[in-house]
């Protein structure tokens, strides 16, 4: 393997890996497939703040 | 709370709470329906409402709970050495500043004699530790975070100058209303059995305290321990049903101060038939840590 390609399979390995920790930690998986259900089986969003 | 017990109740979980840092926010949320339901102060509510945004208040968040604080050491010990002071707001429409005004008239005090200015409930502490305001009126745990930390020192509890004080209150929108009204009675139910729970005793706060900062506030749970605890009664969290007498008040209070231009009925705004619901639940049978709730 010539050494540009691999320095452009260490950078994919790396988005993918960075990508894959992001939806990981960061994302709400449980909003995000709730937002696209039908609107019969949605469960409802309730908002608040860190008050009283 | 709510939300955590309910995960283990055989009912299931019906709704996805979403945490927001300002009651605008929750405003737009709702208005677009990205949020069916929310809480929000009382005041912003029957002004929503009023502007004819689709919602209705079907239940109160808690009792009491809101204090106007001052710099520990500062020159402020009394209501009428607020004159020519800065005083933090969480919104223009919240019973937060009705309170301020409420007492300033008692004292005889002329709004205009002070500056109020609105910013978010999580920039207050740090803003009057920085020095950047004189005062802040807001909702808990704010008041116990500056008693704790040792920068601040309550002047006044709202409910000394307003018995039955009440702050947010829980607004569904109405077509969620009319397409899922066993919905929202699950949620109003699950908030009245909560309450109840949490009403039993220390030990239930202290629980509730350590698994809501930890798990939905992302806040030190010293310090919600602290505001629902010291004393027990700092915040109540029954007596939820929204009445009348309360809402006539805050409506009167608004249009005095110019954030209502029109007198609107308890009925356009509220719907009481889910606290009539929820009126005989009884608290959840729920341990801390167990993994079933009934």
Known sequence: MNRSKKIVLTVLVWLGGISVLHSALNLDWGVILNDRLPESQRKFNVAFIPVT | ?294
């Open chain 2, 1 to 294: 709370m709510t939300d955590y017990i309910s995960r283990y109740s055989k009912a299931g979980r019906i709704f996805i709470p979403r945490l927001f840092q300002g009651f605008p926010e929750i405003k737009e949320a709702l208005i677009s329906n990205r949020m069916q339901a929310g809480f929000m102060v009382a005041p912003m509510a029957i002004a929503l409402r009023s502007q004819g945004v689709p919602i209705r208040i079907v239940y109160l968040g808690h009792r009491y709970g809101s204090a106007v604080v001052v710099r520990k050491d500062g020159p402020i010990n009394d209501v009428p050495d607020l004159r020519g002071r800065t005083i933090a707001i969480p919104s223009r429409f919240s019973d937060e500043r009705l309170i301020v005004f409420r007492v300033l008239k008692k004292y005889g005090i002329k709004p205009s004699e002070l500056k109020m200015v609105e910013m978010a409930p999580a920039d207050v502490a740090g803003a009057l530790a920085a020095g950047a305001i004189d005062a802040f009126s807001m909702g808990e745990p704010f008041p116990s975070q500056a008693e704790m930390v040792g920068f601040g020192r309550v002047l006044f509890h709202a409910r000394q100058h307003w018995p039955d004080y009440i702050s947010c209150v829980l607004v569904v929108r109405e077509d969620m209303i009319q397409r899922r009204p066993d919905a929202v009675q699950i949620l109003v139910d699950g908030i009245a059995r909560s309450g109840l729970w949490l009403d039993d005793g220390r030990p239930n706060r202290e629980h509730a305290a350590d698994f809501v900062a930890r798990y939905y506030y992302n806040q030190d749970p010293r310090l919600l321990r602290w505001a629902l605890t010291n004393p027990l009664d700092r915040v109540i969290y029954t007596r939820l049903s929204p009445l009348r007498a309360d809402f006539d008040l805050i409506r009167d209070l608004m249009i005095e101060t110019g954030v209502l231009d029109r007198k609107i009925e308890f009925e356009d705004y509220t719907n009481v038939e889910f606290a009539e619901g929820a009126r005989h639940k009884k608290p959840w049978s729920y341990s801390p840590g167990s993994n079933s709730a009934e």
